[in-house]
Every structure is written in C-alpha cells, then in structure tokens.
C-alpha cells in the first residue's frame, strides 16, 4: 500500500501494463489519439472503477447523521459480530445490512473528519486508499500466512493463476514450523510483498512504546529471514505495518515513524473474519455478501482488506476472491500491491502522495 529510487519493484509489478513513450512531438499526439481511442473502447467494453471523491458540501451534514447513529449502531455491531454464527434468518440479514451501512459512511468521514483525527490514525504515513485515475486498486490480507499451508497454499495457486500480486501482512507466531516457513518462502519467491502484522493477532495499543517497540522488533527479525531487502539490517525497501485490530494509539504511532514503516489502513473492508468467517463449509449467502460489499464500495485507488484461510476458519475467503478477481478482471481492474502505487513517496513526506490534484481524502 514505495519509492521511486527506494523501491526497485515498480517496473514489473502491475497486474496489467500500458502505454509507451515517444519524445517526438508527432508521434506523441499520434499515441495520444490512439490512447484516446483506446480507453473510449474500453470504456464502453466494460465500466469503470469509480475516482470520484465524496465532496465535503454534502459530507458534513451526513457526518452528524451517521455520528448520531453511530451511538446505536457501534454497540450492536459489536455484540453481533461476536455471535454472527449463531444468528439466522432476519437477524443475520439486519446485521449485514448495518455493516453495509457503516461501510458507506466510511467516505464521508474520512473527507470531513481527519483533521479531528487523532495524531495516530490521522497522521500522514496512514494510508486508507491512494489517489490515482487508473484502474488500479491494492489487494491486501492479513494474518498470513494462517494456521493452515494447505489452505494458504491454495490462495497462492489462485493469485499465481490470475497472475496477481498482493501484499501480505505477516502474523509472525505462524511461522512456527518447517512447512509454515516454505509457505513464507513461496509468498515471497512468488513477488509478493510482506508486511508486519506483529507476533501475535491481538491489539497492541495499550503498550508503552518501548514494549511495543521490542514486539514490532520481534516480527522484524522473523520476516528478515524471508525480505532482507525490507526487514533486514540494510533494507533498501519500504516497509508496511497494519495493526492487528485497527487499534493504533499515538505511543505506537511515535515507534512506527522513528522505525521507518508506513501504515496501511484500507477502505474497503467487509469484515470477512466475523461474517461468515468462522463456518465451516463457507455459507453461499455470506460469500454473496462479501462479494456485492467490496463491489459496492470499491473505487480506484481502494486499499481492499481480507484475510487468509485458515484450517477451521475463513475459508470462504477462496471463493470470494476467485468471484471478484473475474469481475475485476471483466472490468479491466489492475490489483496492485501497495509497494506499486507510491513510486515518488519519499521518507520526508515531500512527494506524499495525497498532495496533488487528485485528493485521496
């Protein structure tokens, strides 16, 4: 969810590549009509990916509403992911319909409340989506690689056959055996870019900052032995963090400027973990859910969260993405990593990508 000079990977990494160079003026407008030409083709072939922005006019007075109902719904979301599993009929159906809602209202807050944000999540190394015109998104998933090689296994047989890419966040206890380290290997002899998750998948944010520290440091040293050129002690390349939870305090977010990581949030994010995610086989209306979810709100530039299969878990997460992989490819979709979508990012913040014509928020 970097960098020019930094990053040597942004050549070869999309999922779809277009265009070419010319430097002469003639040729340059016979490519720029062919472009042209080109993308009104495809643009009647299939839709596109949305980039537009929510406007701040009308997101202010949707703010308050969705605060205001936020006091009810934020409980009952709590409670009812918890127990999702058990509910049937009426009640699962009431449930998803308040995770839709709370997804739509994700926009707007982000447009008219990030500078009330606290410092952690509004600071400006914290990605939720980036901001580009093409039709290219970031495929990201957390806790790998999982409890289950076989399952996982078969995530990287369905990239590998779709010839995507994605960035995985690493959950570093997992790695607790031979077979879990082939995994890794594999994630990363496929190209795919890795990310601390930390030790352990539970929240962090009530640790000081020097044990936080010696936690993140601890991931570090398992995912060196797999990305040196990220995690180790001569890293050339940028490196991502996602907090387990979503929980990120200010303490945490102090640790993660002065280690040098940037922090990838998202913005499409259908809570695949509790809806659906703890049965086993996988529910047809709960993959129908995720499905239409991540359709319904994902534009260019999104940052997409899933999380891998486990042995006993999340297994609907294989057929999710095998429906939305066609669909995006019907749509001429091109899945990134986040590695591939900041190429001018610097360490500064200078070249930070949501400056520019095209805000992210």
């Keep these: 969810m970097l960098g020019g000079a930094v990053d040597v990977e942004r050549g070869a990494s999309s999922s779809s590549v277009h265009g070419g160079d010319d430097s002469r003026p003639a040729a340059a407008a016979a490519g720029a009509a062919a472009g042209t030409a080109e993308r009104d083709l495809v643009a009647v072939a299939a839709p596109k990916l949305s980039t537009q922005q929510p406007s701040c006019a009308g997101a202010h007075v949707r703010v308050v ?26 009640s699962q159906f009431f449930l998803r319909a308040l995770w839709t809602f709370w997804g739509a209202a994700l926009d707007d807050l982000l447009v008219v409340a990030r500078p009330w944000m606290r410092s952690s999540i509004g600071h400006r190394r914290c990605f939720w989506r980036f901001p580009t015109l093409e039709q290219d998104i970031v495929l990201t998933m957390d806790d790998a690689p999982g409890d289950s090689p076989k399952e996982m296994l078969g995530l990287l047989d369905l990239l590998e056959e779709n ?31 890795i990310g601390n998750h930390m030790p352990e998948d539970k929240p962090y944010h009530r640790l000081s900052a020097e044990a936080f520290r010696a936690e993140l440091r601890k991931a570090e040293d398992v995912l060196a032995r797999f990305d040196p050129h990220r995690f180790g002690p001569t890293r050339t390349n940028r490196r991502w963090f996602r907090p387990p939870h979503g929980r990120l305090s200010n303490a945490m977010m102090n640790v993660l400027v ?57 297994k609907q997460t294989l057929p999710i993405l095998t429906r939305l992989l066609a669909h995006w490819d019907d749509l001429d979709v091109s899945v990134q990593r986040l590695c591939d979508m900041s190429p001018n990012l610097d360490a ?10 095209a805000p992210v928020f």
């Design 258 to 314: 002065e280690e040098d990581y940037y922090i990838a949030l998202g913005d499409v994010f259908s809570n695949d973990a509790a809806i659906g995610g703890r049965i086993d086989p996988p529910r047809p209306s709960a993959i129908s859910f995720h499905e239409r979810f991540v359709q319904r709100h994902v534009k260019a530039g999104s940052i997409v969260v899933f999380h891998v299969p486990n042995k006993n878990s999340r």
């Design 163 to 193: 010839q995507i890419r994605v960035t995985f966040f690493i959950t570093t206890s997992f790695v607790r055996n031979a077979e879990l380290e082939r995994t890794m290997q594999r994630i990363v002899d496929a190209g795919h870019e």
């Design 65 to 90: 509403f969705f605060t205001l109902v936020a006091i009810v719904v934020v409980p009952i979301l709590y409670v009812g992911m918890r127990v999702e599993e058990r509910l049937k009929g009426k």
């Design 348 to 357: 500064t913040g200078a070249s930070d990508p949501r400056v520019g014509t």
